[in-house]
């Protein structure tokens, strides 16, 4: 039982680059979120997943795109990489329905750098 | 708004020592509150919730947190603070206005405990 994983760990991309942060659970759970982690602001909610095939936005979508590939995978997709996009990227997962009062479960992070 | 707030950016402690990491919150309705811990370069790993029932709730590794409604005030607490307890602490309020699967995490306090 892996918990939440996430690959790459690291990225360096230049202006304008694209890639995909990759995000996978094997817990069986509904909903899946990204969030992106800065100095002195805490964790930011980016997307989230209240269950397979469900996306909705969170504080800071722009410049995101998210796919919830099935209920195990949940892909963020940056289009044109910005400065302002450094950051350290958590993927969280989170058992039950929407209602439930479950915890959230956090993969490792990817630090991302944009040149 | 749903919000918290981490006053402190570090809180300093000797081993040994009781250490209080301070998380008021602002919310409509009811709170459904949580402290995460993160160790350098890890995800955040859940501590412990308050959802409804004894003020007092007692989590991992020892800790425990104090709800207090009228202090709009869940602080995190533990009666001997140890070396490996460093690390980033961080409180969350979960969105109750439309939407439950939405949560807000404050900006996180440092925890240093010296030997």
């Known amino acids: 039982n892996a918990g939440v994983t996430q690959t790459p760990k690291f990225q360096v991309l230049k202006t304008g680059q694209s890639m995909t942060l990759q995000c996978a659970q094997d817990m069986n759970h509904n909903s899946m979120y990204w969030y992106r982690q800065d100095p002195g602001m805490g964790l930011r909610l980016i997307y989230y997943?209240?269950?397979?095939?469900?996306?909705d936005k969170g504080e800071v979508p722009n410049g995101y795109n998210v796919s919830r590939l099935n209920k195990r995978e949940f892909s963020l997709r940056l289009e044109s990489a910005a400065p302002s996009q450094t950051s350290v990227y958590f993927c969280a997962s989170r058992k039950g329905t929407t209602s439930s009062y479950n915890e959230q479960f956090f993969g490792p992070g990817t630090r991302l750098t944009v040149l | 708004a749903q919000s918290v707030a981490q006053p402190e950016d570090q809180v300093n402690v000797a081993e040994g020592n009781p250490l209080t990491v301070k998380c008021t919150y602002s919310v409509s309705g009811n709170p459904y509150l949580f402290w995460y811990v993160q160790y350098p370069n890890r995800g955040l790993q859940f501590l412990l919730k308050y959802i409804t029932g004894d003020n007092l709730v007692k989590g991992s590794y020892g800790f425990e947190a104090e709800f207090n409604k009228s202090q709009t005030s869940f602080h995190l607490k533990k009666p001997s603070a140890l070396v490996s307890d460093s690390a980033l602490y961080f409180c969350?309020?979960?969105?109750?206005?439309?939407?439950?699967?939405?949560?807000?995490f404050g900006s996180g306090t440092k925890l240093n405990v010296k030997p």
């Open positions: 997943s209240a269950s397979e095939g469900t996306t």
């Open positions: 969350a309020v979960r969105d109750l206005r439309y939407n439950f699967n939405k949560f807000y």
